[in-house]
């Protein structure tokens, strides 16, 4: 439990560092990070009601086609772009 801890304390610190560099350097869209931020909540909001009402039968194939798609489009990029 506390390497959790300290392994959460040292990922804000690096992505508080990492968004003063960029916002000094001028490289934040802040319109698609405040779009990429709401997404996020919402669907972690709707993720864990899912998972809450229909348990993992549900959440775990549709996990898996959403990693499984990634994974193509990074092959379709890296290899085919």
């Not at 959460?8 to 560099?21: A, D, H």
């Not at 350097?25 to 997404?39: D, H, V």
């Amino acid at each position: 439990m506390q390497a959790s801890g300290y392994a959460k304390m040292l990922n804000l610190k690096s992505n508080v560092f990492s968004l003063t560099v960029f916002a000094l350097s001028g490289q934040i869209n802040i319109a698609f990070g405040l779009l990429m931020a709401l997404g996020s909540f919402f669907g972690g909001i709707a993720g864990s009601r899912m998972v809450i009402l229909k348990g993992s039968k549900l959440v775990r194939p549709i996990f898996i086609i959403v990693v499984g798609a990634s994974i193509l489009l990074m092959i379709k990029t890296r290899y085919f772009s």
